[in-house]
């Protein structure tokens, strides 16, 4: 199990530590843990980690970071990253999926292009069971998170770019037959999936007002979740007048931009007749309060009001790409809340 899984940006290996060559090694660390069998990883940062674990200096609460030089030469890395990762008994992988996103900043802010998360699954569960998987996938969403740029319209001295490859460490897991292979590197596939679509949301929740129109939106939005294989139907303001919605009209008549009504539907063939899943988000793309006015204080944040919207979309590129077994519905209404 040397090689899992290659992309652009994600790997997976069981290589032995000292030979994982990346700019740092990120090691979540649980409270009270001692070296363990992570004693010949003390030995080649020159005993750093032990004096740090036993002066406090590192007390490996949750997010606590410690940054360390390796000085063995025999050894690949360059750095190791302890991230606490808090009592082991807590340890899931919605934390994982946040120790890795801090990880891939703090690696960020440091310049390195090329970082390898060890993989701690955790205890098992209460039928002796880890989700070595799951773990994954969350190590793999939490690292294309951290990539988000939020700064595309900010002027002055650029942020640094995000770390340009991750490699997933697999260690001492319980598992390494080959199902357990196949079921890892789905996992990390799937969870680079996810988290490129939850960025693309992220990104169209960041565009101002004036850029992201209705029309706008709904064009951006009808691209993305087309790319996932979904049907769209883009309705203009003639077509939702024909169908009587007159809320999504009045509101749209106190501006000069035209709404807009995104359907998306995922129909795979040979699903069984059953429930259809339904998602409704909300796609106002500046909201000044309509005749009301907001105050001014916060009204820069009102270019989001369409995140639920944004992320109707993206969910249905992802649902569209993983090829869900079940049908779905997205119903994304775009319109300002403006006083024309």
């Known amino acids: 199990m040397s090689a899992l899984v290659n992309s652009s940006s994600l790997s997976c290996t069981a290589a032995p530590l000292s030979l994982v060559e990346v700019d740092i090694l990120v090691v979540p660390w649980f409270e009270g843990e001692g070296l363990g069998?992570?004693?010949?990883?003390?030995?080649?940062?020159?005993?750093?980690?032990?004096r740090a674990l036993s002066s406090k200096e590192f007390a490996s609460r949750p997010f606590d970071l410690f940054v360390t030089p390796i000085v063995d030469s025999a050894w690949k890395a360059k750095r190791v990253a302890l991230v606490g990762a808090g009592p082991a008994g807590d340890f899931s992988s919605a934390l994982v999926r946040r120790l890795a996103t801090v990880?891939?900043?703090a690696s960020r802010q440091r310049?390195?292009?090329?970082?390898g998360i060890v993989l701690r699954p955790g205890v098992a569960d209460s039928s002796g069971d880890v989700d070595v998987a799951g773990f994954a996938q969350a190590v793999a969403e939490?690292?294309?998170?951290?990539a988000f740029n939020a700064a595309s319209y900010q002027t002055?001295?650029?942020?640094?770019?995000?770390?340009?490859?991750?490699?997933?460490?697999?260690?001492?897991?319980?598992?390494t037959s080959p199902e357990s292979q196949v079921r890892v590197e789905g996992a990390v596939a799937r969870g680079q999936l996810l988290g490129e679509c939850s960025n693309l949301a992220r990104e169209l929740a960041n565009e101002p007002g004036n850029t992201l129109t209705p029309r706008e939106f709904a064009r951006r939005a009808g691209d993305i979740a087309g790319?996932?294989?979904?049907?769209v139907?883009?309705?203009?303001?003639k077509q939702i007048e024909a169908l009587g919605m007159g809320l999504l009209l009045g509101v749209a008549r106190g501006s000069s931009e035209p709404p807009r009504l995104m359907v998306f539907r995922h129909d795979p063939p040979g699903v069984a007749v059953g429930p259809v899943l339904g998602l409704v988000g909300k796609g106002v793309t500046f909201d000044t309060g309509g005749i009301s006015i907001k105050p001014a204080d916060g009204m820069e944040k009102m270019k989001d009001d369409m995140a639920g919207g944004a992320a109707v979309a993206c969910a249905m590129r992802a649902i569209g790409l993983l090829g869900a077994p079940i049908r779905v519905v997205g119903i994304v209404p775009a319109t300002?809340?403006?006083?024309?």
């Open 156 to 175: 002055g001295e650029p942020i640094p770019p995000p770390v340009a490859a991750c490699t997933i460490v697999l260690q001492g897991l319980p598992d």
């Open 227 to 231: 790319g996932g294989g979904v049907k």
């Open 111 to 115: 310049r390195a292009t090329r970082i």
């Open 142 to 146: 939490g690292f294309v998170l951290a």
């Open 37 to 50: 069998a992570f004693g010949p990883l003390n030995q080649a940062t020159g005993g750093e980690i032990a």
């Open 233 to 237: 139907e883009i309705l203009d303001e």
């Open 336 to 340: 300002e809340n403006m006083p024309g």
């Open 103 to 105: 990880a891939a900043l």
